[in-house]
């Protein structure tokens, strides 16, 4: 079935510093829809970005991402990290039979 | 601004006891969704349900059962809750189509078995 794999527990960095969140994903869909969600403590995931189009760089909120069909993966990147960043991040695929397959999630905690 | 709404966000109820939690979305959306957030905050599908056509995660307990009048609601019941039930239990809602699979949550209702 589909699946997605993420940059496992916790990525800890400090203000101003890149951030770059690994996501792959398996599915049999040949056009699958890509996803990133964020979620603040004590609130619900909201979208982040999303993808379907291969090798297109997509942007929100000076994070980017870029669907790479070849390589089966929706990295997620920003160039200066900010402490409000600091949340829970969740990669996930469209299983257009069930709605979206998540993977574990990534918290990143980001310091002064 | 909210457009998926949850009642109640919070719930304490003891083992064996019947739960139901409930969903409405004011999106005009077309699909349904409860998804399970576990302590480790895995989010696990339960149900999807579109048209009438509902679609179990075939992983879900039997305890558990969705109800829906209309496209804009879809209810959540669970008969005899068990310990292992704790979690925040999210609805969403998506419309197929050009954003497909774009979900909206709702705030969550968080449910703690003693």
């Known amino acids: 079935g589909d699946s997605v794999t993420q940059t496992e527990g916790l990525v800890t960095l400090t203000e101003g510093l890149p951030v770059m969140l690994n996501c792959t994903y398996q599915?049999?869909?040949?056009?699958?829809?890509l996803f990133w969600y964020v979620q603040h403590l004590n609130e619900s995931p909201r979208l982040l970005l999303k993808?379907?189009?291969?090798?297109k760089r997509t942007e929100h909120q000076g994070f980017h991402a870029t669907l790479h069909k070849s390589s089966s993966s929706f990295h997620l990147q920003k160039s200066s990290a900010q402490l409000s960043d600091s949340a829970l991040y969740y990669c996930?695929?469209?299983?257009?039979?069930?709605?979206?397959?998540f993977g574990l999630g990534t918290r990143v905690s980001v310091f002064p | 601004e909210t457009a998926v709404f949850q009642t109640p966000n919070y719930h304490v109820t003891q083992v064996g006891n019947e739960v139901s939690f409930n969903c409405k979305q004011t999106l005009g959306h077309d699909t349904m969704y409860w998804y399970k957030q576990d302590s480790k905050k895995l989010l696990k599908i339960m149900f999807s349900?579109?048209?009438?056509?509902?679609?179990v995660n075939e992983t879900v307990p039997r305890r558990f059962s969705p109800q829906s009048s209309d496209k804009a609601h879809l209810n959540l019941r669970i008969k005899s809750v068990e310990p292992e039930d704790s979690a925040v239990y999210l609805c969403?809602?998506?419309?197929?189509?050009?954003?497909?699979?774009?979900?909206?949550f709702g705030e969550g209702s968080k449910l703690t078995v003693l």
């Open positions: 599915t049999i869909y040949s056009n699958p829809f």
């Open positions: 996930a695929l469209n299983n257009y039979a069930q709605g979206l397959t």
């Open positions: 349900y579109n048209n009438k056509q509902l679609i």
């Open positions: 969403a809602s998506s419309h197929r189509g050009i954003n497909t699979g774009q979900l909206y």
């Open positions: 993808s379907f189009t291969d090798n």
